[in-house]
């Protein structure tokens, strides 16, 4: 875990300043490069497990961190400085998640499987994603990086914060999953529940660390856009490399009224979460410090739940 927090630290560090010395805007920078590079955790992850067997950590890490990071991260963000937000620049990344999570439950709900070709289609949706992004923010005014600004950091030091940044990432992605599963049989606790709960958080750090670093500099919305873009890419992204890599079946180790628990917990409540949390900001262009504390009791309800089971 302090290898994935320092990495993902690293990473966006290095991810941003490279952004910022060619000018790029700052949307995109938190709606693109800061959402994947906070996201990468999820990525190794899900990928090291899906090829090592494990396609319920897979699966569980990716809905369990889209639970974590709205029902958490954004969740304390809200609840400590509730505030408006520009309701343009969470358009695009709503609309492709819910739209991802038409996919996801497509999947879980009619095939009970995810599909190479699955695989194939939320990648495509990634870059579609992207590319919608960068339509988005082609127009749109913003301040040129002052040369100041761009020289911050050297171009040999930010190329070294990368790469040490994304092997320290892979590193404890690593050493996450390796133990991670010996300590589920120890406990004798499903592999998908440590997934949802114990895994999911693990990996969301990074978002956690951005969203407590925005928060202190006061820029609560920047830590709203990148928390909505990660869940895109944990969706499309995350779920995709894996799933290419590694077909895998919707685990099936706990029942909630006699039905998968996947089924009538897990994903009704990634979708409860992510309403609470983009309707609001949508239509009333503010968030209230009523949605992060519901969204706080839900997350602590789900992990008691999970480990009740």
């Given at each position: 875990?302090?290898?994935?927090?320092?990495?993902?630290?690293?990473?966006?560090?290095?991810?941003?300043?490279?952004?910022?010395?060619?000018?790029?805007?700052?949307?995109?920078?938190?709606?693109?490069?800061?959402?994947?590079?906070?996201?990468?955790?999820?990525?190794?992850v899900?990928?090291?497990?899906?090829?090592?067997?494990?396609?319920?950590?897979?699966?569980?890490?990716?809905?369990?961190?889209?639970?974590?990071?709205?029902?958490?991260?954004?969740?304390?963000?809200?609840?400590?400085?509730?505030?408006?937000?520009?309701?343009?620049?969470?358009?695009?990344?709503?609309l492709?998640?819910?739209?991802a999570?038409?996919?996801?439950c497509f999947?879980?709900?009619?095939?009970?499987?995810?599909?190479?070709?699955?695989?194939?289609?939320?990648?495509a949706?990634?870059?579609?994603?992207?590319?919608?992004?960068v339509?988005?923010?082609?127009?749109?005014?913003?301040?040129?990086?002052?040369?100041?600004?761009?020289?911050?950091?050297?171009l040999?030091?930010?190329?070294?914060?990368?790469?040490?940044?994304?092997?320290?990432?892979?590193v404890?992605?690593?050493?996450?999953?390796?133990?991670?599963?010996?300590?589920?049989?120890?406990l004798?606790?499903?592999?998908?529940?440590?997934?949802?709960?114990f895994?999911?958080?693990?990996?969301?750090?990074?978002?956690?660390?951005?969203?407590?670093?925005?928060?202190?500099?006061?820029?609560?919305?920047?830590?709203?856009?990148?928390?909505?873009?990660?869940?895109?890419?944990?969706?499309?992204?995350?779920?995709?490399?894996?799933?290419?890599?590694?077909?895998?079946?919707?685990?099936?180790?706990?029942?909630?009224?006699?039905?998968n628990?996947?089924?009538?917990?897990?994903?009704?409540?990634?979708?409860?979460?992510?309403?609470?949390?983009?309707?609001?900001?949508?239509?009333?262009?503010?968030?209230?410090?009523?949605?992060?504390?519901?969204?706080?009791a839900?997350?602590?309800?789900?992990?008691?739940?999970q480990?009740?089971?």
């Open positions: 875990m302090l290898f994935l927090i320092k990495g993902g630290d690293w990473f966006v560090d290095g991810a941003s300043a490279l952004a910022r010395r060619f000018h790029l805007p700052e949307l995109l920078i938190g709606a693109t490069v800061v959402s994947i590079g906070t996201t990468l955790t999820e990525v190794m899900s990928t090291m497990s899906a090829l090592s067997g494990h396609g319920e950590i897979a699966y569980g890490n990716a809905i369990g961190s889209v639970i974590c990071n709205a029902a958490l991260i954004a969740a304390i963000t809200i609840a400590v400085r509730p505030g408006k937000v520009d309701p343009k620049t969470l358009k695009t990344p709503v492709f998640f819910f739209a999570a038409v996919v996801y999947a879980a709900y009619v095939m009970g499987k995810f599909t190479r070709s699955m695989g194939i289609v939320m990648l949706m990634f870059v579609l994603y992207m590319v919608a992004n339509m988005q923010v082609k127009n749109a005014p913003y301040a040129d990086a002052t040369a100041d600004e761009a020289g911050e950091m050297s040999p030091k930010t190329v070294i914060l990368l790469v040490v940044g994304a092997a320290a990432i892979a404890g992605a690593n050493l996450l999953v390796d133990n991670g599963t010996p300590i589920a049989q120890a004798g606790v499903p592999e998908s529940v440590i997934a949802l709960t895994v999911a958080l693990g990996t969301s750090l990074p978002e956690l660390v951005t969203a407590i670093t925005s928060l202190v500099k006061g820029h609560s919305n920047l830590s709203l856009g990148n928390v909505v873009g990660a869940n895109v890419f944990n969706l499309v992204l995350v779920s995709g490399v894996s799933v290419i890599r590694v077909p895998f079946s919707i685990p099936q180790s706990n029942t909630l009224f006699g039905i628990s996947s089924l009538v917990l897990d994903l009704p409540v990634m979708l409860a979460v992510m309403l609470i949390l983009t309707v609001p900001a949508l239509t009333k262009k503010k968030l209230y410090r009523g949605q992060g504390i519901l969204m706080l839900i997350y602590a309800a789900f992990c008691v739940v480990f009740v089971l």
